[in-house]
């Protein structure tokens, strides 16, 4: 209303946006969307099971004691599941940087599953398609309205808006972050169990023997973070380019043809389309 508009600007900005744009029913869908994706899929491993539950069982940092106890255990197992899985485990364990952990690895090789299936760049696709058709018009309809003489007349068109426009774009693009990613970490959750050993140097997994003195948690936190900052980026193009445009049509297209249509491309692995998109950095996986 007018008077929300007038007592709270923050109100008419995201109005404006979000229910005269219809930015909100694209949010819900995206909700609806990010509910019913899919776990990121682990590569097979054979007697996997038995793995996981003597990483489980000897979880913690690898000294000789947990040397001592896996060679023991693996003396006494009698069938074969139980014999590779701890041979397997204990190999993983000799074969480990000094000062590295024994954790369940699932949930881990899960979210960095080097794009298996395709399913990192296909996240990333969807997360862009609806950041950007939410936050095409975000600029385009002042100049739409006419209003582009009377906002950079005045101290408030040029700073105020400008820095509301600016919360408005972060607001929406940490909710699409917060529903996809924040989705994907629960339904990794719930398929392959909780991230154990969050304190473990990240060096204990092989993806980053090579890794500095950082924790796993850190690693998480790191990675969707940098997915955030992209996404960022992301919202931030996408308002230079709306700004540029008369017509809110006009901002759609203009805005999908420089962002969504490359994405599309390296989404089925073209190799222009990689250098040309935010898609490759926003999955992460295979950086």
Known sequence: SEMCIRDRPWCGEFGKLLVKRKGAILLAVLAIVAIRMEEPPRAYVPYDPYIQHYQSEFAGQITEHTIEALEEALDNATDTGNQIGLQTVLESAQNAPEGAWILPTAPYDAIWSNNLNNYHRRTALITMLFLVLTLSPIASQERQNNMTVLLTSTSGGRKKLWFRKQVVLLAVTVFVWVMVYGGEL????????????????????????????????????????????????VGEICFALSSRCSKNRDAILVCCAVLLIPAALAAIGSAVGELLSMLVPLSGVEM
């Open 186 to 233: 629960i339904h990794t959750v719930h398929a392959y169990g909780a991230f154990q050993c969050l304190s473990a140097p990240a060096f204990s997994l092989e993806l980053f023997r090579n890794a500095a003195a950082i924790s796993l948690g850190g690693m998480i936190a790191l990675y969707y973070g940098a997915k955030l900052l992209v996404l960022v980026v």
